[in-house]
């Protein structure tokens, strides 16, 4: 398809960086250093400065990073943790592969966990909540850092969405046990195909985690227990040096796109993503989620005008059948499931392609109006 505004454009910020990119690439490539060289550890050392948090791990994926922190967190079989559905299913499938169980509770407005649901949601068998920051909103933490207190359970955070975006100050991924981020290219900072990292305060997980990634190899003489592969390429590692000098920059254009769509948008009969602000949230918006009444008109009618939007996610986790999660009552995740469209947001997107979006979701509803 040929889009007038393409949900991510990848291509065009790959044009903007193209000479800086392939510097790195003939540089990694004439060395031949591909695992766990200087790339990765200056990647970790930037990113933990960055979010100020101690450690950092390069991984393969976010994927992994939510599986090794759990397992690092010792959540095994006969463990539960509570998390949400509106998500993507990597949050679960994770859980599930440590042998523990997921306990899904309802998000609220913004699209994240309802705090007030998670108490209810506590047995004799919880040891951690897993809150997911979608969209580039943090979860209520100050609320779920007293009930995780409380309760004496343990926070590892989904971040996969969340690079960059803080609660009061503090970045996510700081606010518990272990922050788990997703480096694919369609988060807001991404590599050249798979990538991830755990991002932690505590010494002991972040050890444990590199010895997990590495086969559990302290030393080639010496194993600590049976591991995975899941290191971060030394590549990929090196490109994201490059784009991880932008990601500021992109944050903020991010956040003026958001700007402008919410001016845009607003006299119209949708739900929109509270606007950036500097008080206690500071979103950082990877993706912008608006709810319609007409999901399935204004979806279709994007689409033809060659807007690429998405719809995350149509069908939730828990009414997957083949997954077994179906015991869960979860009205809010099923309502905001027939009404999210994703509209395109990217560093790269111009003012026209901005209003040509604003433009032609208005016409969608004047029309809609006539034909009343
Ligand atoms: C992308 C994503 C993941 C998984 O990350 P990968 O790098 O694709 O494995 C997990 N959770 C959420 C919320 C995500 O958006």
Known sequence: MNWKVAFIDLKAQFKNLRPEILHQIKRVMKNASFILRNDVRKFEENMAAFLDIKHVIGLNSGTDALFLALKASGIG????????????????????????????????????????????????KTKAILPVHLNGRLCQMDKLKSLAKKHKLLIIEDAAQALGAAFKGKRAGAFGTAGCFSLHPMKNLGCAGDGGFVATNDKKIAQSIRLLRNHGQRTKEDIAFFGYNSRLDNLQAAIINVKFGYLKKWIDKRRKTATLYNQGLKDLPLILPRPPSNEDFFDVFSSYVIRSPDQAGLFSYLRKKRIEVFIHWPKPLHRQKNLGLKKFYLPKTEQFSKEVISLPIYPEITAGQINFVIKTITEFHRRKNKSK
């Not at 943790?81 to 998500?87: G, P, W, Y």
């Not at 949050?91 to 407005?109: F, M, Q, S, Y």
């Open 77 to 124: 079989p006969g463990d539960e943790v509570i998390t949400v559905a509106h998500t993507f299913v990597a949050t679960l499938a994770t859980i599930i592969h440590t042998g523990a169980k997921p306990t899904l509770v309802d998000v609220d407005e913004n699209f994240n966990m309802d705090w007030r649901l998670v108490e209810k949601a506590i047995s004799h």
